[in-house]
């Protein structure tokens, strides 16, 4: 968030990265970052059609600390799994702030790392399908698994 170019440093700016740095973060740890119990309250599972397919949907609500400015808005999110095997499809964001505008995440091309699978791209876009950002996963490096009982799908 900051540099030096020949021992002169340049403005932090780590304020104008933040907002950024935790959107981007959210969207590669998609679904993994919503079992933080502390930001996140996920209902459960409802098995729906989407375009005439069988899916999963989890209404997953961000919490805010007490005395955010937002007053206590908090995102509101959408996941959409394979009903089968959980793994995430879409995601629909509802940001509480009024003026960020809704948008979407595809989870494509799915690839076994160690005993889980992950999405290799993830297009945001907006509501209306334009291409916002595309973020491709090129080196994967497996440091530690873990037994598929982590990975089990959750019951119906």
């Known amino acids: 968030v900051f540099a030096h ?24 740890r998609v679904p993994w970052v919503f079992a933080d119990e502390s930001r996140y309250t996920v209902s459960p ?10 899916m999963s949907r989890f209404r997953i609500a961000g919490t805010t600390p007490s005395g955010d400015a937002r007053g206590g808005a908090a995102d509101q999110f959408e996941l959409w799994c394979d009903p089968d095997t959980n793994e995430p ?3 629909l964001i509802t940001p509480a702030d009024p003026a960020a505008r809704p948008c979407r995440v595809r989870f494509l091309e799915f690839q076994s790392f160690g ?4 999405p290799l791209r993830r297009l945001l876009e907006s509501r209306e399908g334009s291409r916002l950002l595309e973020i491709e996963l090129a080196d994967v490096a497996v440091e530690q698994t873990y037994g598929p009982r982590y990975f089990a799908a959750p019951a119906k």
């Open 45 to 54: 599972r409802e098995d729906l059609l989407w375009n005439n397919r069988p």
């Open 5 to 28: 170019y020949r021992g002169l440093a340049f403005p932090n700016l780590e304020a104008e990265a933040r907002d950024d740095l935790a959107w981007h973060g959210l969207v590669l």
């Open 89 to 91: 499809r879409l995601l």
């Open 115 to 118: 005993n889980a699978r992950l």
